[in-house]
């Protein structure tokens, strides 16, 4: 201790002069490449450059992309999850890095969470915690493949979401209900089966529709930007097919490709953290499905009934059921709205419901408290902090319109299931209101 101290105090002196030197003649220290980029100076420093702006960000010197961060203060405070992409067979140690108030931490060891399913994919989601070092104010945060954080200064960095500041301003659950649907790809132009269906989502008590868009047909994208301005509709862009060959399919054995169905699993969790803070449940379905309650006029008071029944549940595990696309007997309904030009087809008349064979597994979608999750995967959660419990089919199913699954079984295997219908007094106006609003009534505009 003694000779260590007092090699420190003969050292310290030729080490001011030596700065005092540096300082004074700008002494150009050795630098192996001086035409490198320039580092940035002032006290800004690194930390004022590369935010990224894009919803997928590749991290640099890997095969991974990252997507978003938010603090996840059910861990505590100062650990943050950074959700990503990751190459499964290219998995490296990695080293958190942080913006405090434009200074750069030290770094910090990351943890990383690979999810479970990946269905053989190549890339999984994959969860990296990291913690937030003492006394730093953390608004930004990268991963580095070296501990040296000065590798940092030309990484892209991501924003920290859901800080305490964001909280506060989110006005603590300011929703009840959102709705996440994940991925919208390819040409999908079924304009009247969105509205009907976002409409439909209104009328039971859904306040905000979170869509991760890849792309989409051309009036459909008129109906969603106008839905977006509005506030129902919030548009995530997911260019994932600019990183990664997604594919279409759920099964990499069948389907092959780099990633589950678009990236699927990422959405749906990257919409869960989006939503931890203010939204007091998360709905996760496909926009042909509707989560519908069958003896509660919402879903509020669907999830009152169930949560007061089961108070330390947290996930609600809801019945998929099919609707084929035979269409029922128009005549009985009366006088159909003219839908004339408006591409896509009425879920109104898909009310015959499939009867499920109970000898087959049927997969369920997911109610969930934001809060409860801590993983999910499309059918069921993966980590959680709560229980689950599966809501018998007569009091909540889904009804599925016939996009992806056109079966066609015999009339004695079907049901004629009206309860679209009980909401049409309402649904059909505020259906023409938006389609109006979007200019997509071609029958009004030609006039
Ligand atoms: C969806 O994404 C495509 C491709 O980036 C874009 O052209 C389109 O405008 C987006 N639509 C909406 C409603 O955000
Ligand atoms: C879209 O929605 C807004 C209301 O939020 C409306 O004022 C606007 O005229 C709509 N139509 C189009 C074509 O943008
Ligand atoms: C929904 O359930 C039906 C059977 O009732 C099944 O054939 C179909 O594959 C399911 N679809 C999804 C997306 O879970």
């Not at 003694?2 to 005092?20: E, F, G, M």
């Not at 953390?138 to 859901?162: C, F, G, H, Q, Y």
């Not at 990499?252 to 939204?279: A, K, P």
Request: aromatic residues 8%.
């Amino acid at each position: 201790m003694d000779a260590a101290t007092s090699l420190k105090k003969k050292l310290a002196l030729p080490l001011i002069v030596a700065l005092i030197f540096i300082l004074l003649f700008n002494v150009n220290l050795p630098n192996n490449n001086n035409k490198s980029i320039p580092k940035p100076s002032g006290p800004a420093g690194v930390c004022s450059l590369g935010v990224s702006e894009q919803t997928i960000t590749p991290l640099k010197n890997t095969k991974h992309l990252l997507v978003s961060a938010y603090v996840d203060q059910r861990v505590k405070d100062l650990d943050i999850r950074i959700i990503g992409i990751f190459k499964r067979d290219s998995i490296q140690p990695l080293h958190c890095v942080f913006c405090c108030t434009n200074v750069l931490s030290k770094t910090t060891p990351a943890t990383i969470l690979q999810h479970s399913d990946h269905f053989g994919f190549p890339f999984t989601t994959t969860d990296v915690m990291c913690q937030i070092p003492q006394n730093c104010k953390a608004t930004r945060v990268t991963l580095l493949t070296t501990p040296d954080k000065e590798s940092a200064s030309d990484s892209t960095w991501l924003p920290i979401r859901n800080q305490k500041s964001d909280r506060q301003k989110e006005e603590n659950m300011k929703f009840d209900f959102t709705v996440c649907i994940s991925n919208l790809f390819g040409d999908y132009n079924n304009v009247l089966q969105f509205a009907e269906t976002l409409e439909m989502y209104r009328l039971l008590g859904v306040n905000r529709v979170v869509i991760y868009n890849t792309s989409c047909g051309p009036e459909l994208d008129r109906l969603l930007q106008n839905y977006s301005q509005e506030g129902f509709v919030e548009m995530v862009p997911w260019p994932i097919d600019k990183h990664l060959n997604p594919s279409r399919g759920w099964l990499h054995s069948e389907h092959g490709g780099d990633v589950h169905y678009f990236g699927q699993l990422t959405t749906l969790n990257e919409c869960i953290y989006r939503s931890m803070e203010r939204s007091r449940y998360v709905l996760l379905n496909d926009i042909d499905e509707i989560i519908m309650p069958y003896q509660h006029k919402d879903l509020m008071s669907l999830m009152n009934t169930l949560q007061n029944q089961n108070p330390n549940t947290g996930v609600f595990l809801i019945e998929n059921h099919t609707y084929p696309k035979k269409t029922f007997n128009q005549n009985k309904w009366g006088p159909l709205p003219q839908w004339n030009g408006v591409p896509g087809f009425d879920i109104m008349v898909h009310i015959y419901r499939e009867e499920p064979n109970r000898n087959i597994y049927h997969p369920h979608k997911l109610i969930v408290q934001p809060r409860a999750v801590q993983q999910t995967s499309v059918h069921d959660v993966l980590m959680m902090s709560a229980t689950k419990f599966k809501v018998p089919p007569d009091v909540c199913r889904i009804i599925h319109s016939p996009i992806r699954t056109p079966t066609d079984p015999p009339l004695d295997r079907l049901h004629v299931d009206t309860r679209l219908w009980d909401f049409k007094d309402k649904l059909l106006p505020n259906v023409i209101k938006v389609l109006r609003r979007a200019e997509l009534l071609r029958s009004e505009t030609q006039n």
